[in-house]
């Protein structure tokens, strides 16, 4: 079994240990609306529903690349990234719990190929799932307590609340935008800034801060991770629109039907031309979706995605070479970096 393999199986462990919290005689339902979002339990259950476990793996590979020389193989001796492992919990579940919210609010019926939790029990019951997740997530946070000091829990739990804070954030301004005709990329940054990497940052700062890693060196894990995610958006973007839907499993009319303002989009509106003019006439259609991602392509929108992802690509593993990760923990982090950063899914 290798590092990364170790550390899945722990962090489904320590998940289910957390989530368990509610796992109480007059909670069980409760309980199980929780373990059905994470994907363990209802139809459709299994690796498919539980997704990746990015965030927690970047985390625990962050703190481990801190460890010179960390031995796996010794039953009798735990490896020092254990002592992170509530914390790449309480990054998950926050994610978790965004997702729950997201899909609320975009009215989303499908999570991975099933219901999402508002469509099996409504919405006022999935936002109080949300709501726990939430909380556990903090719970989970200070059970760091166990193996550090408390100045070290309190930023590890300050980190993590600021990237809280900045997901609303980025929220606001998705939805914010949705109404609006006049979005450029200079606003493009600071949603994407708060949907999607101000945690990513926050998993590589928060792994930094539990290997022991004095400011400088958690400062460019924080870079890595945040860039790291700019450059992931970007694709995800690109991919929204030009993707083969029988590699990413999701339907390339969804973001132009949808009228998602994506990276491309957003520079195929400033150019003023065909694209320009056919967004401003009302909501593209799934039989026009073909011809209009053709009209943003001819324009230079893919073009342009590719090349901005290119120089965040970049940026993100300049800062993972100036962390300098060691061991096989810092071989696995640049491993999952490098896949990350060549998405085909």
Not at 17 to 23: E, G, N
Not at 244 to 256: H, P, Q, R, Y
């Amino acid at each position: 079994m290798n590092i990364q393999q170790a550390m899945l199986q722990k962090i489904e462990d320590e998940l289910k240990h957390q989530v368990a919290r509610l796992d109480q005689p007059r909670t069980k339902h409760f309980h199980e609306m929780l373990t059905y979002h994470m994907g363990w339990t209802g139809e459709g259950s299994g690796i498919e529903a539980t997704g990746k476990r990015i965030r927690p793996l970047l985390v625990l590979l962050s703190t481990s690349s801190l460890i010179e020389n960390e031995e796996m193989g010794d039953p009798n001796t735990s490896p020092y990234w254990l002592r992170a492992k509530s914390a790449a919990a309480a990054i998950e579940l926050i994610h978790n719990f965004s997702l729950v919210h997201d899909d609320i609010q975009d009215n989303s019926d499908k999570r991975r190929g099933r219901n999402t939790v508002w469509v099996n029990w409504g919405a006022p019951m999935a936002i109080n799932v949300g709501d726990a997740l939430f909380v556990i997530a903090n719970q989970a946070v200070m059970d760091l307590m166990e193996y550090y000091p408390a100045e070290v829990v309190v930023k590890a739990a300050n980190i993590l609340n600021n990237s809280c804070l900045d997901l609303t954030r980025g929220q606001f301004l998705d939805m914010s935008y949705e109404e609006r005709h006049d979005i450029g990329i200079d606003e493009y940054w600071p949603m994407v800034g708060g949907k999607t990497s101000a945690l990513l940052a926050a998993c590589t700062h928060i792994g930094a801060l539990l290997g022991n890693a004095p400011e400088t060196q958690q400062e460019s894990y924080r870079l890595f991770g945040w860039h790291l995610g700019l450059a992931f958006q970007v694709q995800d973007d690109i991919l929204g629109i030009w993707g083969d839907e029988s590699v990413t499993g999701k339907s390339v009319a969804s973001d132009l039907v949808e009228g998602k303002n994506s990276l491309p989009v957003l520079y195929g509106l400033g150019r003023h031309g065909k694209f320009a003019e056919r967004w401003a006439q009302g909501p593209i259609t799934a039989s026009e979706v073909k011809a209009v991602a053709k009209l943003l392509d001819d324009e230079g929108g893919k073009e342009y995605a590719e090349e901005i992802s290119k120089i965040e690509t970049q940026k993100a593993l300049a800062y993972l070479g100036n962390a300098n990760p060691q061991g096989e923990g810092g071989d696995a982090l640049r491993q999952l970096a490098y896949k990350l950063l060549d998405r085909k899914q």
